[in-house]
């Protein structure tokens, strides 16, 4: 089983850009969810897909950030217009269901200048 | 503010002796507390729990303790391993098994050879 797959690994743009930040789940499992780490805050969970719908997007900071999950297999988590304070290192997590285990992948590294 | 507290940033233990590695939480609706642990460029990855019926969990070399009363867990590792050089966060959440984590920002373990 290759796990939980993100891309790119590594992001750098500029204030104001759009990012895209992408993941594959493993194949099977029925909950997703997105965490951002920072070093003030740890690891915040961001928002969690259960059956490709989204359950919970309270830790979504705010309007600048949404994410997508168009089927079993692919999530997006987007930010439009990014600032310099989003710059984290953003992971995505799969279980077979909420109650499960919850498998991360590799993380996102974004930076923004 | 911070519900799960990780006071120490870093720790520096020699191999084969005992790494303690302590977390604090706020919230006394917390009964489920997890660790994981974070190898540089991957994700975090799930290593020990303990549920609030309980006082210590043990699992091979690593041992949880959890001190209701005083709101606070600990890791030991015995012996540490310089394998076991990571970073290690706890995690709290109100029900067992539920999704919603949340997490402190980590402790850095480094072990010397």
């Known amino acids: 089983d290759a796990g939980v797959i993100q891309s790119p690994r590594h992001e750098v743009t500029e204030m104001g850009q759009e990012v895209t930040l992408r993941c594959k789940p493993i194949?099977?499992?029925?909950?997703l969810f997105w965490y951002r780490q920072t070093m003030m805050r740890g690891l915040e969970l961001l928002i969690y897909?259960?059956?490709?719908?989204?359950?919970?997007d309270s830790g979504m900071p705010e309007d600048r950030f949404s994410a997508k999950m168009p089927n079993a297999s692919f999530s997006t988590l987007k930010i439009q217009p990014s600032e310099p304070r989003d710059s984290a290192v953003y992971f995505c997590?799969?279980?077979?269901?909420?109650?499960?285990?919850?498998?991360f992948g590799p993380g996102t590294r974004l930076t923004v200048l | 503010d911070q519900q799960v507290k990780q006071n120490s940033p870093s720790l520096s233990v020699q191999e084969g002796r005992i790494s303690i590695l302590n977390c604090d939480y706020t919230?006394?609706?917390?009964?489920?507390f997890l660790w994981y642990k974070k190898y540089p460029a991957e994700g975090p990855t799930f290593l020990i729990s303990?549920?609030?019926?309980?006082d210590k969990n043990e699992d091979g070399r690593f041992t949880v303790f959890l001190n209701k009363s005083a709101k606070h867990l600990s890791l030991h590792i015995v012996p540490s391993q310089p394998g076991d050089s990571a970073v290690y966060f706890c995690?709290?959440?109100?029900?067992?098994?539920?999704?919603?984590?949340?997490f402190g920002t980590g402790t850095r373990l480094k072990v010397l050879a």
């Open positions: 997590a799969s279980s077979l269901n909420e109650y499960n285990e919850q498998f």
């Open positions: 194949s099977g499992h029925n909950s």
């Open positions: 897909f259960n059956n490709n719908v989204p359950i919970d």
């Open positions: 919230n006394s609706m917390f009964d489920y």
């Open positions: 303990i549920s609030s019926i309980k």
């Open positions: 995690a709290a959440s109100e029900l067992a098994g539920t999704y919603k984590y949340i």
